[in-house]
C-alpha cells in the first residue's frame, strides 16, 4: 500500500488549500482514512477521519473550516482547507487502516497501518 500526499504550500492566514493523498487501491473489504498533522515541535494529531460509510470526523480546532472527501475512483483523499490560520502550519499526513469505522480522534495514531511522507502547509500572519 502506497499513499502519496500533495498540494501543500505557503498561504496568508485566511487562504486556502487541497491536500491530496494518492494512494494504490487497498485489499481490505472496508477502510477508513484519515489526516494527521504534526506542528513544529509537536506529535501527530487527528485532523480528520472518513470512515467506510463516508461518516466524517473533525478535531474541534478545524470544524466548519476543513473538508474531508474521498475521490469517487477510490484512490484519492482530499483534504479541503478554508479559513486558514497560522496554527493550522504543519505537515499533513494521509493515513489508512482496515476496518469499517475509525478509531476516535483522541486515539491517535497507533491505529493505522499505512502513512504517507507528508506535505509542508505554511500559514503566515
Known amino acids: 500500500v502506497r499513499l502519496a500526499e500533495s498540494g501543500g504550500g505557503s498561504v496568508q492566514s485566511g487562504g486556502s488549500l487541497t491536500l491530496s493523498c494518492a494512494h494504490s487501491?487497498?485489499?481490505?473489504?472496508?477502510?477508513?482514512m484519515a489526516w494527521f498533522r504534526r506542528a513544529p515541535g509537536k506529535g501527530r494529531e487527528a485532523v480528520a477521519t472518513i470512515d467506510d460509510t463516508g461518516a466524517t470526523n473533525y478535531a474541534d480546532s478545524v470544524k466548519g473550516r476543513f473538508t474531508i472527501v474521498k475521490g469517487n475512483a477510490g484512490t484519492t483523499l482530499a483534504l479541503h482547507m478554508n479559513g486558514l490560520k497560522p496554527e493550522d502550519t504543519g505537515t499533513y499526513y494521509c493515513?489508512?487502516?482496515?476496518?469499517?469505522?475509525?478509531?476516535?480522534?483522541?486515539?491517535?495514531?497507533?491505529?493505522?497501518?499505512?502513512w504517507g511522507q507528508g506535505t509542508q502547509v505554511t500559514v503566515s500572519s
Open positions: 493515513a489508512t487502516k482496515g476496518g469499517m469505522w475509525c478509531p476516535q480522534l483522541f486515539m491517535g495514531t497507533s491505529a493505522y497501518e499505512y
Open positions: 487501491r487497498f485489499t481490505y473489504s472496508a477502510y477508513c
